[in-house]
């Protein structure tokens, strides 16, 4: 098999490698929910999304709470969304999701980090055309008959579903988001990971030395503590 199907089920793992920085975006998640909806999760599907994460991810209830208290106080540190947009080495699309409270020091970075890998950093609208953005959910497959489960979705927005390892995968668009996180809440589902990620609608085939290449410009951006997650159009299939 292939670096770019190795790299894919690194990823599964390296998601939430790393315990202090992992908490720190999950934190920031946290704050951009907390920012835009407000801090009660029944009626905030965003950080009932960004709750669930950090529970995946093992993040203490306390520290949990503690993040939305501070989000919901006057002393909040002021987070902004930024996307950034650019080609990494050979011509592979890549988009950035930052949240970060000093825009300049963010941009600065990425374009580092684009420049040293032979890339370029490019602007809004650059490549964001190569992507859908979609709600994608992670179910653990024990116990769970997708043939049924996909009847019981489909009113709920459910677009497609993929059966990846030990892991059934939903797919819908991003206006369904909501509606798809409480059909699965009241149907008592437990998502192992719950995101609204930008798909591409085409992607690049490269040999594993050009995979490599592009991986390292990946990792580079993923290191970042103001970076959430990184998307691209490197073909990960086998």
């Not at 690194?10 to 975006?25: L, S």
């Amino acid at each position: 098999m292939g670096r770019a199907f190795e790299f894919r089920k690194e990823r599964k793992f390296k998601r939430w490698a790393g315990m202090a920085k992992t908490f720190t975006r999950i934190g920031r998640e946290i704050n951009l929910a907390v920012k835009a909806g407000g801090p009660n999760p029944e009626y905030n599907s965003r950080l009932r999304m960004a709750i669930q994460n950090a529970k995946s991810a093992n993040m203490p209830k306390t520290n949990v709470e503690s993040a939305i208290k501070k989000a919901s106080s006057k002393d909040a540190e002021n987070f902004t969304e930024v996307i950034y947009e650019g080609y990494g080495p050979h011509g592979v699309a890549i988009l950035v999701e930052t949240a970060t409270d000093n825009p300049t020091r963010t941009v600065a970075n990425v374009r580092m980090y684009f420049d040293r890998s032979h890339g370029a950093l490019g602007t809004s609208g650059s490549v964001s055309y190569m992507f859908n953005r979609k709600g994608v959910f992670k179910l653990n497959a024990e116990g769970i008959d997708a043939d049924e489960l996909e009847l019981e979705l489909i009113d709920a927005g459910l677009e497609d579903m993929k059966r990846e390892e030990d892991e059934v995968v939903l797919f819908t668009d991003f206006s369904d988001f909501g509606t798809m996180q409480k059909a699965l809440e009241d149907r008592n589902i437990e998502t192992t990971s719950a995101q609204l990620e930008w798909l591409p609608t085409m992607s690049k085939k490269l040999n594993d030395n050009e995979v490599e290449q592009v991986i390292k410009l990946i990792d580079k951006l993923e290191e970042d503590d103001d970076v959430l997650n990184v998307f691209h159009t490197m073909d990960m299939s086998e």
